[in-house]
């Protein structure tokens, strides 16, 4: 009785879609609307002219000699021409998803009526899922179109009480 019963599991799964990417052109200020001391906001987007196309971060892609990491084709966006906004609507693509799962496995060694062990095991993000940050999404970065966050991958967790 004292190994077999007082076991709990619990567990939280999420599974989300990405976040929206909004795309800008920040740098050059080519729709001529706005300048470095613009506090609002500024509305230069890149135009886009290339095919839909999502890529697996986790393969090797290789656009404009840069190599890796990448969420969606990078050569698919140019700059806008000077006095106008690019055609790059809002929040056209979404970022990675979210596949995560939290378990705890709990067993109560019970003293008395009132008095009692617990000891947890926890494991937080516990099948390992690597959970992407979203890409940058500047194209006058040298780094458009990379993800280069990520979240925490596996932790565990042991805890023990004694309730009294």
């Known amino acids: 009785d004292r190994l077999v019963n ?3 599991i619990s567990g939280i799964t ?5 976040f929206p990417i909004g795309f800008v052109a920040n740098t050059d200020f080519n729709s001529l609307g706005c300048g470095p001391y613009s506090f609002f906001g500024c509305p230069d987007r890149p135009n886009f002219v290339g095919p839909y196309q999502t890529l697996d971060p986790r393969a090797t892609n290789t656009f ?14 140019t700059k ?13 693509f979404h970022g990675p998803g979210l596949n995560n799962t939290d378990l705890a496995i709990e067993k109560d060694f019970r003293v008395d009526e ?19 940050g979203n890409p940058n999404s500047n194209v006058d970065s040298s780094n458009f ?20």
């Open 14 to 18: 999420t599974l989300q879609t990405g």
């Open 114 to 132: 009132h008095r009692f062990f617990e000891l947890r095991l926890e494991a937080y993000n516990a099948f390992n899922h690597t959970q992407f």
């Open 6 to 8: 007082g076991f709990k």
């Open 145 to 164: 179109g990379r993800i280069q966050t990520a979240g925490n991958p596996r932790l565990v967790q042991l805890g023990a009480k004694f309730y009294f």
């Open 80 to 92: 806008e021409a000077i006095g106008t906004i690019g055609n790059a609507r809002r929040n056209m």
């Open 64 to 77: 404009n000699k840069r190599t890796g990491s990448f969420w969606f084709n990078p050569a698919g966006f």
